[in-house]
């Protein structure tokens, strides 16, 4: 029987009085079968006896222990009490939250209580909120899935989803379900909150302004609806792992690109205009006024059949531009660049759009101005969303819907013409008009609206032109032709400049140019310290592709490939084949360099509903990966023996994550060999990672049984410090330059140089510059990062005597905090 149930909770109770509200729960208990009617007196003769209010409006009543023999099985009822109810000392109680306990099963939830009490403002959600699960998810420690709408209209095939994209639905994803959609004859809708839009149309789609955590509802409804929604469901599912990555590949970029923007500081006072950083750099340059293309359209019909034609054939030659223009991106800047304008595409292309403005056309309007007003009320219907990012988006809507406007008026849409270095004002730019710059001249772009996630700041930091957005309407006041000093970075722009200011401006970014050319054209070489030591410098991928990508970047290898990506987001794990092509095809893009593979790291944090795990209250304290595996022997069996087929083909390594003794290290190399030998597979290095602090702490004997040690910093910190990583407020604090830490990470290092195996870390540490450098001074063969950071860390890392490096990372061991070492 579950603990608590929902009949158990009462919203807005009608109680006056403490014993009203105890009785009451006292009943509920009694009708749900938790107790025996005898046990509600005795929840009274506690009041009589004892404090039972916990504080922060919440209180807790319970029986007296002589009387457990009444609780038939542990049960909680739950009081909720918005206007509050005196309970004892004058204390208001909002929540009463009475316990039944025959053992110890409520401590998980008092536990969780406490938690809650502890975090600013949910307690006063809870003692407000209108829906009962919303209590029963917060005190159990579950998602809260409020029940989704159904479909307005009779669908033949629904499935319920959580989004769970970091930027919420925006065009290029939702590009991708409307043309899995379209694979479909019946008809494919979506529905947030009873709102539905057609799966088939992409404006539609956006309209409905879908964020990170919005329960929708995919319905169908014709033959073969229920293959449909089972088909766009799986897209919708698949995409989620891609949005995430995508979304900190961004962030990692922007961060690396933050470390080594150059700094500079005017000698002199000058104006400033300050707006949000969204592309980092320096440049000076000229002020130029962007001059926005105004497109004037006169209400003039030809007739409605030569204004639908004229419209359908201004549609086709833009969808005909933005694919040359897809094509062209993704040749100059990348995919994702290129998906920007794919997007466009099915913007322009869609049904939606077409019917509406040819509706106009019918009722005897012109193309032109019926186009352009669809075009407008769509534009102005997506900026009143209410999450911030895609209210932005519209401009995306806005730059395609201008292109068919163009095409229908006849007018070439010119790019401004530059003879200098110029830094541009603009009240918005759109992703075209940012493609069209003469980069010859273009230096910087300053932009009073926008944000920094717009389509236009992400191209603008892929073009590597500084960048600030959301200065505000005075921006567009300032006067032109002046010489200012744009700090993307900062977000500042630098008006009135002294010309030794501008000087030491030009010197700082011509200074800046050198050090990233020195970087890209030496990213190939070794990472080697001025004194001749040595330092190996990986990535840290997923998969083949990602692999190759490395290598690019000037990877000597893969300190970590991980293998959760081939389990998620599906209904079955990948069976040994499977495994075997995609560890082949990632030695096959390493084209020799070394490859350690971790195994499956997956627990109670990672729901796979195929694995049947189970929620812990702790999962990262629970049953999590090599403690998974030597539970599931089948899945490492399987794993392990696709790795020794795939060590074939290249020079491959075995790391096992989240050991804690010795007797796992044994099972697992026995486990191992008995798979090579099955097979008549070559030996390969078996090591593990070093992310638990009972294992750095023994690293002389682990050392004495593993072939290598991998140190997770990541993990390795939140152990040590006792901070979640995730914790929206102790993130920040969870630093792994902490002492504590590098303390451990020094005795592993130690133990692992004199045992004489190989020692790495693939961490977030490994990429951070400081962190580098004192990693590599305490003894530390490889550091293993996202590979953004290579030609970064290689670059510091050669800069340097490992001398120094060494006395920087004894500074650090001494220091008293995480602050202190980065002061260093």
Not at 110 to 125: S, V, W
Not at 261 to 278: E, F, H, K
Not at 556 to 569: A, N, S
Not at 796 to 816: D, F, K, Y
């Amino acid at each position: 029987m579950e603990i608590i149930i929902p009949s158990c909770v009462r919203i807005q109770a009608p109680v006056a009085t403490k014993e009203e509200a105890i009785r009451l729960a006292g009943k509920l208990m009694l009708e749900a079968g938790y107790i025996a009617a005898p046990y509600v007196e005795s929840f009274l003769r506690r009041e009589a006896v004892s404090n039972t209010f916990l504080g922060a409006g919440v209180a807790i009543p319970h029986g007296m222990i002589e009387d457990r023999h009444h609780v038939l099985h542990t049960g909680i009822a739950v009081i909720q009490v918005p206007q509050g109810v005196t309970w004892q000392d004058g204390k208001e109680a909002r929540l009463i939250v009475a316990i039944a306990a025959q053992s110890d099963e409520h401590i998980a939830i008092l536990r969780r209580l406490t938690r809650l009490m502890q975090q600013e403002g949910a307690i006063d959600a809870l003692a407000d909120t209108r829906e009962p699960g919303r209590i029963i998810a917060a005190l159990t420690d579950t998602p809260f899935a409020p029940q989704a709408p159904a479909a307005p209209w009779p669908a033949d095939a629904q499935i319920e989803l959580v989004l769970d994209y970091p930027n919420g639905l925006h065009a290029r994803p939702a590009t991708q379900w409307v043309e899995t959609a379209r694979r479909h004859a019946c008809e494919v809708r979506v529905f947030r909150d009873g709102e539905g839009a057609d799966a088939k149309a992409l404006t539609g789609l956006l309209g409905l302004g879908i964020t990170r955590g919005t329960r929708i509802v995919l319905g169908a409804r014709g033959e073969g609806a229920e293959v449909a929604v089972k088909d766009l469901a799986e897209t919708v599912t698949r995409l989620t792992a891609e949005e995430i990555a995508d979304a900190e590949r961004a962030r990692a970029a922007a961060q690396e690109a933050r470390a080594n923007a150059p700094s500079w500081q005017p000698a002199t006072a000058t104006r400033q205009q300050q707006g949000v950083a969204a592309s980092p750099g320096l440049a000076v340059g000229k002020l130029v006024r962007h001059a926005s293309q105004v497109l004037d359209v006169v209400d003039n019909s030809r007739g409605a059949i030569v204004e639908g034609e004229a419209l359908e054939s201004a549609i086709a030659r833009v969808m005909g531009e933005l694919e040359t223009l897809e094509a062209d991106t993704r040749a100059r800047l990348g995919a994702g660049e290129a998906a920007i304008f794919a997007a466009q595409r099915e913007l322009v292309g869609d049904p939606g759009l077409l019917r509406a403005a040819i509706g106009e056309i019918m009722r005897g309007h012109g193309a032109a101005w019926s186009w352009k007003k669809i075009i407008t009320a769509r534009v102005d219907q997506q900026r009143q969303l209410a999450d911030a990012l895609l209210a932005a988006r519209a401009l995306d809507l806005w730059d395609a819907g201008q292109r068919v406007l163009a095409a229908l008026l006849g007018v070439e849409r010119r790019a401004q013409v530059l003879r200098e270095p110029s830094i541009l004002i603009a009240e918005d730019l759109t992703p075209s008009d940012t493609l069209q710059f003469d980069m010859r001249h273009v230096v910087g772009l300053a932009i009073a609206g926008g944000g920094p996630t717009s389509h236009t700041a992400i191209l603008a930091r892929t073009l590597g032109l500084p960048a600030i957005v959301a200065a505000g309407p005075s921006l567009l006041e300032i006067e032109t032709g002046q010489e200012a000093v744009i700090d993307g970075t900062t977000g500042r722009l630098y008006l009135g400049c002294q010309p030794a200011d501008l000087d030491s401006a030009r010197a700082a970014v011509k200074a800046y140019a050198a050090r990233r050319e020195a970087m890209r054209a030496n990213r190939d070489q070794p990472a080697v310290t001025t004194d001749g030591h040595r330092v190996g410098v990986y990535a840290n991928i997923a998969n083949a592709r990602q692999a190759a990508e490395a290598v690019a970047a000037g990877a000597e290898g893969v300190g970590l490939m991980r293998t959760e990506f081939l389990f998620l987001e599906r209904d079955t794990a990948p069976d040994e084949d499977e495994q075997y092509a995609v560890y082949r095809d990632t030695l096959a893009a390493l084209q020799g360099r070394p490859l350690i593979i971790r195994t499956l790291d997956i627990g109670g944090d990672k729901q796979v509903s195929y694995l049947d795990l189970p929620r812990e209250e702790n999962p990262f304290l629970g049953v999590r990966g090599a403690r998974l595996l030597l539970a599931r022997p089948e899945l490492l069996r399987t794993q392990l023996r696709a790795l020794y087929r795939a060590a074939a083909h290249g020079p491959l390594s075995i790391m096992f994550p989240m050991i804690t003794d010795l007797a796992e290290v044994a099972a697992l190399r026995a486990e191992c060999e008995a798979v090579r030998a099955a097979l008549g597979a070559p030996a390969v290095p078996l090591g593990i990672m070093v992310e638990v602090p009972a294992v750095a702490v023994m690293a002389d004997l682990f050392a004495q049984h593993v072939d290598f040690f991998s140190i997770g910093t990541n993990d390795l910190t939140q152990y040590v410090l006792a901070m979640d990583r995730q914790h929206p407020q102790l993130a920040a604090q969870a630093d792994s330059l902490h002492p504590a830490v590098l303390a451990l990470i020094g005795q592993t290092a130690r133990a692992a140089n004199a045992a004489g195996i190989h020692v790495g870390v693939c961490g977030g540490l490994a990429g951070d510059p400081l962190g580098a450098r004192i990693l590599a001074g305490l003894g530390v063969h490889e550091l293993s990062m996202s590979e953004q950071d290579i030609a970064t860390i290689k670059t510091v890392i050669r800069a340097e005597a490992h001398s120094t490096m060494q006395a920087l990372a004894e500074r650090a061991l001494s220091a008293e905090s995480a602050v202190a070492v980065r002061a260093l």
